[in-house]
């Protein structure tokens, strides 16, 4: 390659020592002397700059990992959400907000369809997803279904399910 | 040292002999994301010198961007060829064989090696080395209060969430003791799986502090959300009727 060999020449002459005096002893290289007591912050230092060993970006899309990601997501989405209003509502209710189931739900029930649709929807799925998985993992937990043909067939039941039951939930 | 220089170059090295004068030149950490040799077996038994040529890392990255092989400016070759240092010879060789200044260096196979970005979904957390590395991996104690029973109280936890989520949903309304249970349950549920993202996020290795300020602060929000729960099920309308009033406002 043209760039291969420009590159190296200019490495070569680069490196190339001034004087023309045959065999002028010349170091090219710098050293530096280093105490054995830095070795392991040298060695933090240079793992750091490593490249880093593929990931999650390299997986195959399978239902079995996302189905379990998934249900951690939900999972966090949910109790996160419990966690806030509850939280809230110790917190809060001190500085004289008004965080009672009352009228907290009195604020959200006057605000836009849209709005209250585009956050109930995601709810409904994330709690269905994590029910029904929920009790996919426990069947596995049992010892059931745990050959490939299971994961699958529990897996798109698990779908099918979480398709269902968001929808009723939606429309409850 | 020259056992640690060696993991500090980064380098697999393969039939490595110490040098002469037993000083391994060390690749200093800066230059350290630059491609990274891999040698064959040696053939003969020379000693073996790491040597660093200062470059520009401009132009390591335009090679790289171009997609080709990169060229290494961590060269490894025997000092016995230390007459390739003189530029006479050097120019000599240069002129019989012009292809690649690596073709030069014999016994240097080098291997293309992909640097990865810099921004990655999960970039590499501080790099913590305790003692070395010919120390046996520390095995805990088997502890059945962080095995067995916590797996148990856990799986009879969730089994217990179906039935007393479901109810209120088939009865229609909710019987103050259920939705008792249902409050303690989603609270033990959720503090739970807080934990178990806490444990598996936040390694001990690598973020000790961070950790056990998250633990302090998943305990801290658990206990005073469980007082929320609490409240709202004594002086407020309950989670079961709370949260349908929610759904349906």
Not at chain 1, 19 to 34: G, H, K, L
Request: charge should be positive; hydrophobic fraction near 45%; charged fraction near 15%.
């Amino acid at each position: 390659m043209l760039s291969t060999r420009v590159f190296s020449r200019s490495l070569l002459r680069s490196a190339r020592p001034k004087s023309t005096a045959f065999f002028t002893p010349r170091r090219m290289i710098t050293t530096e002397s280093i105490p054995a007591s830095s070795a392991n912050s040298i060695l933090a230092a240079q793992r750091l700059v490593r490249p880093v060993s593929p990931h999650l970006s390299i997986y195959q899309a399978q239902l079995t990992w996302y189905l379990s990601m998934t249900t951690r997501i939900t999972g966090v989405a949910l109790s996160g959400v419990f966690y806030l209003y509850a939280i809230g509502y110790v917190l809060v209710s001190p500085l004289g907000v008004d965080m009672s189931v009352a009228n907290v739900s009195k604020k959200w029930g006057e605000l836009n369809g849209a709005v209250k649709a585009a956050v109930k929807a995601p709810l409904a799925a994330c709690f269905s997803f994590h029910f029904w998985n929920g009790i996919r993992h426990l069947i596995w937990d049992s010892g059931r279904e745990l050959t490939v043909r299971g994961v699958y067939r529990t897996g798109y039941g698990v779908l099918g399910l979480t398709a269902l039951s968001t929808l009723g939930l939606f429309v409850v | 040292m020259e056992l640690a220089g060696l993991r500090l170059a980064g380098l697999s090295l393969h039939g490595f002999w110490p040098t002469r004068n037993s000083q391994l030149q060390t690749v200093l950490p800066s230059v350290c994301s630059s491609p990274i040799l891999s040698l064959p077996p040696q053939k003969t038994k020379t000693p073996t010198t790491v040597i660093t040529i200062s470059e520009s890392k401009s132009a390591d990255r335009q090679i790289d961007r171009q997609d080709r092989p990169s060229i290494p400016f961590r060269w490894l070759f025997p000092t016995m060829a230390s007459t390739l240092r003189s530029s006479t010879a050097r120019r000599i060789l240069a002129a019989a064989k012009p292809t690649s200044a690596i073709r030069l260096l014999p016994q240097t196979r080098v291997a293309a090696f992909h640097v990865s970005q810099r921004h990655q979904i999960l970039p590499p957390g501080p790099q913590v080395v305790h003692g070395t590395v010919n120390d046996p991996v520390p095995v805990p104690t088997p502890n059945a209060t962080h095995g067995s029973y916590h797996w148990a109280f856990e799986r009879i936890i969730a089994l217990g969430m179906i039935p007393l989520t479901v109810a209120p949903f088939a009865a229609g309304s909710a019987n103050p003791a259920l939705d008792a249970a249902l409050g303690t349950a989603l609270v033990l549920h959720s503090h739970i799986g807080f934990d178990a993202c806490v444990t598996d996020y936040f390694p001990k290795r690598q973020y000790p502090k961070t950790r056990t300020f998250m633990i302090w602060l998943l305990r801290a929000s658990t206990i005073t959300a469980a007082v929320g729960l609490f409240s709202i099920q004594t002086n407020d309308i309950g989670l079961t009727e709370g949260i349908k009033r929610f759904w349906r406002a």
